[in-house]
């Protein structure tokens, strides 16, 4: 299967370089060139236009900052619609809206080629090693033909039901994701204020009933300091707007949502849209006068498990 990569940012790169890995057949394009010349430096080919890209291979991906910019490259006129034909298929990878997801995905339909939700989750430095997992909507067929390309990019895959099923899944774990880091800079604080010892509060909570895959990973970048988790603010915002959004089109009351979008969009205003998410815990450290730091803890996650091929849960 050749296989067509559009977006090589922090998550898209990283995804795209498992394929390269594992000897797949590759063509990528980005807007930046230094980073499409780097796969090209390890082997891929790269495409003049995402109607070139998905003229010449089998399966698209789409990993892209937004659902705007996702629509701009599907429905270009250079874009990806006007290269598909029949029995290509297209996997959004992209964190985006369930609504926008379908929408474009009956134009696929349209042309006779395939549509599939495929949001990750785990984290950067899991999408580096294979690792991350993946979350696919869409027709249970055309999930079993890009199956072995997923078990590439990821250790745990999940066909989670039709079109879209995938992305509102992804913004649920996403927005859990953020309610837990904002309340680890409040732990943080009253562990501060309270003279414990916060290596020794890391083990602890890792072990209780509080622990969370944020604290596990998240925790460590912000006692070292560096709170450098490969994710920025503004994607943070954009992925607890989706959910607030969603709930808003369900006619969900909720309390904390609205609260947690709040949050985040002062955390972007204090340091900035480009400012590691993590760093919402210093508007805690702030507000109190204190800091988070302890020694032996990373300025960057690494994943030290060792790669194997992905599977079905």
């Given at each position: 299967m050749k296989v067509g990569f559009i977006g090589l940012g922090n998550v898209g790169g990283?995804?795209?370089?498992?394929?390269?890995?594992n000897n797949f057949d590759l063509t990528v394009k980005d807007l930046d060139q230094n980073l499409t010349k780097s796969f090209i430096d390890l082997g891929a080919k790269v495409a003049n236009s995402a109607k070139e890209l998905a003229e010449q291979v089998d399966l698209i991906i789409t990993c892209l900052p937004s659902p705007q910019i996702c629509s701009e490259v599907m429905e270009g006129e250079d874009g990806i619609l006007n290269g598909l034909s029949k029995n290509k298929i297209w996997l959004e990878m992209s964190t985006t809206d369930e609504s926008e997801v379908k929408r474009i995905g009956k134009k696929v339909i349209s042309k006779k080629a395939i549509p599939l939700d495929g949001p990750v989750s785990g984290g950067c430095h899991?999408?580096?090693t294979g690792n991350i997992a993946i979350f696919v909507g869409g027709e249970r067929s055309g999930f079993e033909k890009v199956l072995p390309v997923l078990t590439?990019?990821?250790?745990k895959v999940l066909h989670t039901g039709g079109l879209g099923t995938a992305s509102v899944l992804k913004v649920i774990t996403n927005y859990l994701a953020s309610v837990h880091l904002v309340a680890l800079g409040e732990a943080w604080t009253v562990a501060k204020k309270s003279n414990l010892d916060l290596s020794k509060t890391y083990k602890g909570i890792a072990v209780s009933s509080g622990n969370s895959f944020v604290h596990e990973t998240e925790s460590q970048v912000i006692l070292n300091g560096s709170y450098n988790i490969n994710f920025t603010m503004d994607l943070v915002l954009k992925d607890t707007g989706l959910f607030d959004d969603l709930a808003k089109k369900l006619n969900a009351s909720l309390e904390i949502s609205p609260k947690i979008v709040e949050i985040f969009k002062d955390g972007q205003k204090k340091y900035g849209s480009r400012a590691w998410s993590s760093m919402i815990v210093k508007r805690m450290e702030d507000l109190n006068k204190v800091d988070f730091r302890a020694n032996g803890f990373p300025d960057e996650l690494i994943d030290e498990e060792k790669e194997k091929k992905g599977y079905e849960i």
């Open positions: 990283k995804l795209a370089g498992s394929l390269l890995r899991r999408a580096a590439v990019m990821g250790k």
